[in-house]
């Protein structure tokens, strides 16, 4: 067993425990998958925490913003991190739950004119975010300029709505749609933690299904 005073473990330490837990088969196709993730906050930085626990070999995470204490009862930040950009203070995370995962950062406002340069290196993009413009923005230009990358993207988390109202649907081959479809950020009292972690626990579980070659 591993205590607070033992070293880290090795590469091959971490590699071999979650082979344990997922077989080599998979396990080999995790450790050669690329997700982006666009969007760090509720949803986004969710679901970077979920695949990089999951062994998910290599994320890239792509924010322009800085952690704000509005950030903090849903989002994986720390009070300590308030002011930091979130690629820099999530990445920072991220390592100390494995440091082994490759990451790659981007503090950028996404947008037509460098996204397809920016998630050119990923299998499959997850859409994260808060935004009804952005989110329309970033699923028309997969769809329609990177017809090669899978796309899983959110609608509707927000309120006190029941949990099992949040499902993940497969619109096309290649775009998956998670949420409830119906609640807004403006309805009720807004977002809170379990109900956007449970909507990004699905799309990131929807990643791994992809990676695993599971599409229905």
């Known amino acids: 067993m591993w205590g607070a005073a033992d070293m880290i473990p090795t590469r091959d330490e971490w590699h071999n425990a979650l082979k344990a837990r997922h077989g080599a088969e998979l396990q080999r196709r995790l450790d050669r998958a690329a997700v982006a993730v666009c969007g760090l906050g509720g949803l986004g930085s969710n679901i970077a925490v979920a695949l990089t626990r999951a062994g998910v070999g290599r994320l ?51 947008d037509e004119s460098n996204a397809a340069e920016l998630l050119k290196g990923a299998d499959i993009i997850c859409e994260a975010f808060d935004n009804a413009e952005c989110k329309a923005m970033l699923t028309n230009l997969v769809l329609e300029k990177l017809p090669d990358k899978y796309l899983v993207a959110a609608s509707g988390m927000a309120g006190l709505g029941s949990p099992n109202a949040i499902r993940t649907r497969r619109i096309t081959d290649r775009f998956y749609l998670s949420g409830d479809g119906v609640s807004d950020v403006a309805d009720d009292i807004g977002l809170v933690a379990p109900r956007v972690m449970l909507c990004a626990a699905h799309q990131a579980q929807t990643v791994i299904r992809i990676i695993a070659g599971q599409f229905n």
Do not use: C, M, W
């Not at 820099?88 to 950028?108: F, M, W």
């Open 60 to 110: 890239i995470l792509i924010d322009f913003d800085r952690v704000d204490i509005t950030n903090l009862h849903r989002q994986q930040y720390k009070i300590t991190q308030l002011g930091k950009y979130k690629t820099e203070a999530l990445s920072e995370n991220l390592n100390e739950i494995a440091p082994y995962t490759a990451r790659e950062t981007h503090t950028v406002r996404i």
